[in-house]
């Protein structure tokens, strides 16, 4: 079974500073690993994935993670946070055969834009 | 492309009296939509996977016969919180998939609150 740790619940940060969510996965098998935000209550929306081509991902709203196989991470930044950055943020991770895409969800982070 | 919309957005029943989610897919056919139910502050927990034309698959802890799923065509899933009680009050999101894509496309949510 694949699962993701996502630390610190909440995280502040001053506006125009870097963004830096962390992400942990434990996979037996080569995973997919997904970034969602989510802005309150609203749905998921995807802000980028890895699904196994380029190591750096770039996703919406100036986001990218970087795969890294050795450290098994999968981390989100953005070099300048936006006041309207500030949303819950959740890693996923997924297998990649039919019958083993269920997505498994981080604890998610809160981001905080302090002015 | 890949819109999911979820009907109502927002409902409040009484105590015992059923209550029916729609979850459509707008632009594509999904032959899989998972279910989610999500606490205050929480992350998302997957309460069923659902496959065009079969039965629902329930996570552990799930009661089936609860939370009826059907999922009769490839744009709609619906779920149907029987007997609801106020524990049952929570929000609840739908995600869609296309067959051989990884990714999961997440509807808005739906806020039920029961009294």
């Known amino acids: 079974a694949q699962s993701v740790t996502q630390l610190g619940s909440h995280v502040s940060v001053s506006e125009g500073a870097l963004v830096l969510l962390r992400c942990n996965y434990s996979?037996?098998?080569?995973?997919?690993l997904f970034w969602y935000v989510q802005y309150p209550n609203q749905g998921l929306q995807l802000l980028l994935k890895?699904?196994?081509?380029?190591?750096l991902v770039k996703g919406i709203n100036g986001f990218e993670a970087e795969f890294k196989k050795s450290e098994t991470s999968f981390h989100l930044t953005k070099p300048s946070a936006h006041m309207s950055d500030a949303a819950e943020y959740f890693c996923?991770?997924?297998?990649?055969?039919?019958?083993?895409?269920?997505?498994?969800f981080g604890k998610g982070n809160q981001v905080v834009v302090i002015p | 492309g890949a819109v999911v919309s979820q009907h109502p957005s927002r409902v409040i029943c009484k105590s015992g009296t059923s209550v029916k989610i729609e979850c459509r897919s707008l632009?594509?056919?999904?032959?899989?939509m998972f279910w989610y139910r999500q606490f205050p502050k929480k992350s998302l927990m997957l309460m069923a996977t659902?496959?065009?034309?079969?039965?629902?698959?329930?996570e552990q802890g799930v009661e089936k016969d609860k939370f009826l799923i059907n999922h009769a065509s490839l744009t709609l899933s619906t779920l149907t919180v029987t007997s609801a009680h106020p524990e049952d009050s929570s929000f609840y999101i739908c995600?869609?998939?296309?067959?051989?894509?990884?990714?999961?496309?997440f509807g808005p949510g739906t806020r039920l609150l029961v009294l």
């Open positions: 995600s869609a998939k296309k067959t051989g894509v990884e990714t999961q496309y």
């Open positions: 632009d594509f056919q999904a032959t899989t």
């Open positions: 996979s037996s098998v080569p995973p997919y």
């Open positions: 890895y699904t196994s081509a380029a190591t």
């Open positions: 996923a991770v997924s297998g990649r055969t039919y019958g083993n895409n269920r997505l498994a």
């Open positions: 659902s496959n065009e034309g079969s039965k629902a698959t329930y």
